[in-house]
């Protein structure tokens, strides 16, 4: 008797690449438009150059999965250094640079389309500044040009701490908490069309989404967010801001979060905040100390939670681009910024197993390169490609600028 081909492959073992999937994935398509890897750089002094076996990131894993480029996300936690937002943000950017500057054969940072090309032909991983949320340029478009001579590309205007300028995502009401962009907030998206800056608008206040479509000349982008219609929460973008981003011929990244896909995984996510294995894990010492602290809750979260089926990331890409059409759908993983995964993407060696999945859902080989990658990569070629043109002379800092002070 012939089994049955679910009685052949167990039911947990991801599903094996085929031939078109591995070709693919050879021409190193992903461009991962959201990753906080650097900050394990930063706090641990993890070499994101060689293979590492904690967090889901690094140049090595990446490249095994098909990545050609990444947003290298400085992201500042306001619940900490707040007062200190750009100091912080810039200790990041400098360990980007430090990274190039040790390993150009892994990892080379870009600022235009040339320059992605480059990097691409010489198999090397890309790096894209970003930052996310907009304290870190502490209310000052100097230091928001500061960024961008150290190869800021993509910035999200705002995380979840309302900033006076722009309205974030979260609850809450003030006197001090705009409503959604203030005209400081347009004078920064207008800057950033003027120098090339990529606008993503996850974590935006759905006023603020809407106010900075109006504002930009641009395309825009949310790097890392679900769709509501599939789960609500707030972080995940409505049908409307789908359409409205694909009118703009901007491109939504879906997030690989569980919490924000699947309302079971987030009810099971809260669950396992509240063991003891996880309550235990001590998150008061120095920075070196906390960002251990997150690894082990990562592990405690992805060990105990009830596994996400990949499938329902998949579900959530398939929606998006039901709405939004297929040129304007891509992937930003948050990966190092995440608790836990999706099954079967547990690090960034997995981007094929998505790509697996999203064949066998139906999407042909060229569509699944252009939600990897091609769409973003669209959208950073047409704002830098410009922005760099107009600031020909500035070219990027490198690390130099850092030793310099
Ligand atoms: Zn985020």
């Given at each position: 008797?012939?089994?049955?081909?679910?009685?052949?492959?167990?039911?947990?073992?991801?599903p094996?690449?085929?031939?078109?999937v591995r070709?693919?994935?050879?021409?190193?398509?992903?461009?991962?438009?959201?990753?906080d890897?650097i900050?394990?750089?930063?706090?641990?002094?993890d070499?994101?150059?060689?293979?590492t076996?904690?967090?889901?990131?690094?140049?090595?894993?990446?490249?095994?999965?098909?990545?050609?480029?990444?947003?290298?996300v400085?992201?500042?936690?306001?619940?900490?250094?707040?007062e200190?937002?750009?100091d912080?943000?810039?200790?990041?950017?400098?360990?980007?640079?430090?990274?190039?500057?040790?390993?150009?054969?892994?990892?080379?940072?870009?600022?235009?389309?040339?320059e992605?090309?480059?990097?691409?032909?010489?198999?090397?991983?890309?790096?894209?500044?970003?930052?996310?949320?907009?304290?870190a340029?502490?209310?000052?478009?100097?230091?928001?040009?500061?960024?961008?001579?150290?190869?800021?590309?993509?910035?999200?205007?705002?995380?979840?701490?309302?900033?006076?300028?722009?309205?974030s995502?979260?609850?809450?009401?003030?006197?001090d908490?705009?409503?959604?962009?203030s005209?400081?907030?347009?004078?920064?998206v207008?800057e950033?069309?003027?120098?090339?800056?990529?606008?993503?608008?996850?974590?935006?206040?759905?006023?603020?989404f809407?106010?900075?479509?109006?504002?930009?000349?641009?395309?825009?982008?949310a790097?890392?967010?679900?769709?509501?219609?599939?789960?609500?929460?707030?972080?995940?973008?409505?049908?409307?801001?789908?359409?409205a981003?694909?009118?703009?011929?901007?491109?939504?990244?879906?997030?690989?979060?569980p919490?924000?896909?699947?309302?079971?995984?987030?009810?099971?996510?809260?669950?396992?905040?509240?063991?003891?294995?996880?309550?235990?894990i001590?998150?008061?010492?120095?920075?070196?100390?906390?960002?251990?602290?997150f690894?082990?809750?990562?592990?405690?979260?992805?060990?105990?939670?009830?596994?996400?089926?990949?499938?329902?990331?998949?579900?959530?890409?398939?929606?998006?681009?039901?709405?939004?059409?297929?040129?304007?759908?891509?992937?930003?993983?948050?990966?190092?910024?995440?608790?836990r995964t999706?099954?079967?993407l547990?690090?960034a060696?997995?981007?094929?197993?998505l790509?697996?999945?999203?064949?066998?859902?139906?999407?042909?080989?060229?569509d699944?390169?252009k939600?990897?990658?091609?769409?973003?990569?669209?959208?950073?070629?047409?704002?830098t490609?410009?922005?760099?043109?107009?600031?020909?002379?500035?070219?990027?800092?490198?690390a130099?600028?850092?030793a310099?002070?």
């Amino acid at each position: 008797m012939t089994p049955s081909p679910s009685e052949i492959t167990p039911q947990n073992a991801p599903p094996v690449w085929s031939d078109g999937v591995r070709e693919l994935l050879a021409r190193r398509p992903v461009f991962d438009a959201h990753c906080d890897a650097i900050a394990r750089a930063v706090d641990l002094g993890d070499d994101l150059a060689e293979r590492t076996t904690s967090g889901h990131f690094d140049c090595v894993r990446g490249a095994e999965g098909g990545l050609g480029a990444w947003v290298v996300v400085a992201w500042v936690d306001p619940a900490r250094d707040l007062e200190r937002s750009f100091d912080r943000a810039s200790e990041m950017f400098a360990a980007a640079h430090d990274l190039a500057a040790r390993r150009p054969d892994r990892f080379r940072i870009v600022g235009n389309a040339e320059e992605l090309s480059a990097a691409h032909d010489a198999r090397v991983v890309a790096g894209i500044p970003g930052i996310e949320g907009g304290h870190a340029i502490e209310g000052s478009i100097d230091k928001l040009h500061w960024f961008f001579e150290r190869g800021l590309r993509v910035m999200t205007l705002v995380w979840n701490n309302h900033l006076p300028w722009i309205r974030s995502c979260d609850g809450g009401a003030g006197a001090d908490i705009p409503i959604g962009l203030s005209e400081f907030g347009r004078r920064v998206v207008a800057e950033l069309n003027q120098l090339g800056i990529v606008v993503d608008l996850s974590h935006a206040g759905e006023r603020s989404f809407y106010d900075a479509l109006d504002a930009t000349s641009k395309p825009p982008i949310a790097s890392h967010s679900g769709c509501m219609a599939l789960h609500e929460h707030p972080r995940n973008l409505t049908d409307d801001q789908l359409r409205a981003l694909a009118q703009h011929d901007g491109v939504a990244g879906i997030v690989f979060h569980p919490g924000f896909l699947d309302a079971d995984a987030r009810r099971e996510e809260m669950r396992v905040r509240t063991t003891n294995a996880y309550t235990s894990i001590d998150m008061s010492g120095n920075r070196e100390q906390a960002a251990r602290g997150f690894l082990e809750q990562q592990r405690v979260m992805q060990r105990d939670a009830r596994p996400m089926p990949a499938s329902r990331l998949v579900e959530h890409i398939a929606h998006a681009v039901d709405v939004a059409g297929i040129d304007h759908v891509g992937i930003g993983s948050d990966y190092d910024g995440i608790q836990r995964t999706p099954q079967w993407l547990e690090s960034a060696s997995s981007y094929g197993t998505l790509a697996e999945l999203l064949v066998r859902r139906g999407f042909t080989l060229t569509d699944v390169e252009k939600v990897l990658g091609g769409n973003m990569r669209r959208v950073f070629e047409t704002v830098t490609g410009k922005g760099m043109a107009a600031h020909a002379a500035q070219g990027l800092v490198g690390a130099a600028g850092f030793a310099r002070g």
